[in-house]
């Protein structure tokens, strides 16, 4: 027999003994850690001496791990291992606690980080839109229709997740009525603030009109006073533990009293959490606005999903199809009303409790790099599209 055939019988026999221990033992996770380290760069160097590139595990920023190729491979050669690698997948559906918890704790933190004493860690902004030309972007739907077109002009995606053009089905997205009910009493709006303590570059300290909070009470008053539609500005803290800023639980600690509100008062139909970003301390985000200076804002989607794992089960997002058909429509009526006026829409991993209502927008006004006059300022064109796309 051709000495090459042997040796891949051999390999074969190899694999299947591997695969078998697996089966037997269920702490087999051992056996291929042991694997990975030693005896799987062995097989790979067999493997290409004798020239089986079927074999060969390369690994790249997308690539599964050696046990998950192990599996993969071994069912191509006995049905032993179609057994091995659902179980393998099984398993890797459940997150242990302390996985969830580090999770959770991530999407709390990473909108805008702060350090072990609570100041922010600048960053390079990557969402901020360099065009001077805004207003001649076409938003037809032709162009519109084109999935480059779109997440170039109107979308910055961060590395951690990822997008397709299933996730934007551009007419149905159009087509969602994002109106309110007028014919009903009560609140319609309910604004509040997962991150209470965020302040701007020329904040005075203690003083919450200056602070995100009170630039959410201005865009209440707006609503309520300018355009008539009843709302509720909520202003809960969450970002403080024993009065030191933390911003771990944030999320988990504001789901809770959201949705009593919402039960509470059933009429609502827009919830905005309303933030302003963190970024480098050189980057200025403004735009003039009826002669004024002005923050620009930015509309912010969770997917629910990371890049690596998939869809995160246990953060799941029944809402994700509505939440990014309202910011879209919000992006494209402020490009019509006030080009240059917001940046890209950012979608990022997590969740951010954008679960607890269809017509949920979490926002992004400015940065801590912008003054309280800007941010104020902003929400005047702000309270103008959101009456566009609630009412007209």
Do not use: C
Not at 28 to 37: K, L, N, Q, S, T
Not at 112 to 133: I, M
Not at 277 to 301: C, P, S
Not at 322 to 342: C, I, K, R, V
């Amino acid at each position: 027999m051709n000495r090459k055939i042997k040796g891949s019988y051999l390999l074969t026999g190899v694999l299947i003994l591997i695969l078998g221990a697996y089966v037997i033992y269920s702490g087999g996770v051992r056996i291929f850690d042991y694997w990975e380290i030693g005896m799987g760069q062995e097989v790979q160097e067999k493997a290409e001496e004798m020239f089986l590139p079927n074999l060969l595990y390369q690994p790249g920023e997308e690539s599964t791990s050696v046990t998950e190729w192990l599996a993969e491979q071994g069912s191509l050669i006995s049905p032993l291992s179609k057994y091995v690698s659902s179980s393998i997948e099984a398993e890797s559906q459940i997150e242990d606690d302390e996985t969830i918890s580090m999770i959770l704790a991530q999407q709390a933190q990473d909108e805008n980080e702060v350090d072990e004493n609570g100041n922010l860690v600048g960053e390079e902004d990557q969402a901020v839109t360099t065009a001077s030309n805004e207003s001649l972007i076409d938003a037809s739907l032709d162009k519109l229709k084109d999935f480059d077109y779109l997440i170039s002009n109107f979308y910055t995606v961060d590395s951690s997740t990822m997008i397709s053009s299933e996730d934007l089905p551009i007419e149905e997205m159009l087509n969602k009525d994002m109106t309110i009910d007028a014919e009903t009493d009560g609140p319609k709006v309910l604004i509040f603030h997962t991150h209470s303590q965020e302040s701007f570059v020329d904040s005075e300290p203690g003083n919450t009109d200056h602070t995100i909070v009170g630039v959410g009470a201005y865009l209440a008053q707006l609503l309520n006073d300018e355009y008539g539609i009843e709302t509720i500005h909520h202003e809960g803290v969450y970002d403080l533990i024993n009065g030191q800023l933390d911003r771990s639980v944030a999320y988990e600690l504001a789901q809770p009293e959201i949705e009593a509100i919402l039960a509470q008062y059933p009429s609502i139909e827009v919830v905005i959490d309303l933030h302003r970003d963190g970024v480098a301390e050189t980057t200025h985000l403004v735009t003039e606005v009826n002669g004024k200076q002005t923050a620009k804002i930015m509309f912010f989607n969770g997917m629910s999903r990371t890049r690596t794992n998939g869809n995160i089960d246990y953060l799941a997002n029944p809402n994700l199809a509505d939440n990014l058909a309202f910011s879209l429509q919000m992006q494209l009526a402020s490009g019509e009303m006030y080009p240059g006026f917001t940046r890209h829409i950012y979608l990022k991993a997590y969740r951010y409790n954008m679960q607890l209502a269809p017509k949920m927008l979490l926002i992004e006004a400015g940065a801590q790099s912008n003054t309280v006059e800007e941010e104020k300022n902003a929400m005047e064109p702000l309270a103008e599209i959101l009456h566009s796309v609630l009412t007209e």
